[in-house]
């Protein structure tokens, strides 16, 4: 009988592991994947430090310090453009290596890791039951987009999803030292992307909020990507696709012994497509709470715990979300984010931590729109 079983060893997983044992360094913790590490993962691979501090939280440093430093950050749509400074920069690992890393660190900490795709969850009075092989007393479910977990939990409520497409392609000059983003203005919400990682590659791609009308094709994808950057996917490599759940306004946690974290959790930004974050933010929580708090209140406990620290920013980012298809709207907060560094910094805390709708980004955006 494990005290904790961890289904998915991303970002969530590695994370929640390591924070089960670092609350109880007794606790009998088993880390799985139906994958071995490393492995690719469809991403834009941007590391925001927001993402950092939780893992360093834990004890976990220098994880990506040998990847080079991005400070700037480029946004733009049609005419209206920013490009400044992040207040602390991001870096650009790719998933292969961060990931691998996490689990690496959570297997130092105490965690056992094996390779096991997890098809049946039965729920019992006194634990849970994985392919009636292991059982555990909790389950952190990290196990991604579609979680065998979740649908165990009950599934809760379905949201909105986006599609993404990712590649790598050598680093144009114009992109260098850079993360580059430029919003559609066709199919909307949309936007491409092109992250530079430092080591002569960026990670390229092109991802949309999907909705009534037909799933992009791939054709559709790759042409809007190069109207939107031209040239950027020249030599491109790798290319893959994948659907990322989005948040909504309310989250969903059942109570139980079942503890939802990162994609299981549809927990991905709405604005941005940015999950990395809540991966490690709601993992770490699911990992203490699942080793100190009585199994079978251990969802209520962790439900309590997330939105403490989630819920007013996941309103925000939702009512947010649902305004940028709005003729004017993007244009108007970049605008502001240009003219007002306090509303660039605000609006990148909104859109990869766990930042807020300030007075000074709506007051911003307010007085665009009206100019």
């Not at 691979?45 to 939780?54: C, F, K, M, S, Y």
């Not at 960026?202 to 009534?212: A, F």
């Not at 699942?290 to 969802?299: C, E, L, R």
């Not at 970049?334 to 560094?341: Q, T, V």
Request: proline share 6%; charged share 25%.
């Amino acid at each position: 009988m494990w005290d904790v079983v961890v289904v998915g060893a991303g970002p969530a997983g590695a994370t929640a592991a390591i924070a089960a044992r670092r609350a109880r360094p007794d606790a009998r913790v088993l880390l799985l994947d139906r994958s071995g590490f490393p492995r690719d993962k469809v991403c834009g691979d941007g590391i925001a430090p927001h993402a950092l501090d939780v893992l360093e939280a834990l004890g976990v440093t220098g994880v990506v310090d040998d990847w080079a430093p991005v400070h700037r950050l480029q946004l733009a749509r049609g005419e209206a453009e920013v490009e400044r400074m992040m207040r602390r920069p991001a870096r650009v690992v790719p998933r292969r290596v961060f990931d691998a890393r996490l689990v690496d660190a959570a297997v130092a900490s105490g965690a056992e890791l094996r390779q096991h795709r997890v098809r049946s969850v039965a729920v019992g009075q006194g634990g849970i039951r994985l392919d009636d092989a292991i059982e555990a007393r909790a389950v952190v479910a990290a196990d991604g987009a579609y979680s065998v977990l979740r649908r165990a939990a009950g599934e809760g409520p379905s949201g909105r999803r986006a599609l993404a497409f990712r590649a790598y392609a050598p680093t144009r000059e114009p992109g260098r030292g850079r993360q580059v983003i430029r919003f559609g203005q066709q199919r909307q919400p949309s936007y491409a992307w092109a992250f530079d990682r430092g080591d002569g590659w960026s990670n390229i791609g092109y991802g949309e909020v999907l909705g009534r009308r037909a799933p992009p094709s791939r054709d559709t994808m790759t042409a809007a990507l190069d109207r939107l950057l031209p040239e950027v996917s020249d030599g491109a490599v790798e290319w893959r696709a994948h659907h990322l759940p989005l948040s909504a306004a309310r989250w969903w946690q059942p109570d139980g012994r079942i503890l939802l974290a990162g994609d299981a959790a549809s927990l991905v930004n709405p604005m941005t497509g940015e999950g990395i974050f809540y991966a490690v933010a709601t993992g770490a929580i699911a990992g203490s709470v699942s080793v100190t708090s009585p199994p079978t209140d251990a969802g209520r406990h962790h439900r309590r715990a997330v939105r403490t620290l989630l819920a007013s920013h996941l309103r925000q980012t939702a009512a947010v979300s649902r305004l940028l298809p709005v003729p004017g709207i993007v244009p108007a907060g970049l605008r502001a984010a240009a003219a007002d560094p306090r509303v660039f910094d605000d609006l990148v805390d909104l859109g990869l931590g766990r930042g807020h709708l300030t007075p000074t980004v709506v007051g911003g955006v307010v007085r665009h729109l009206r100019g």
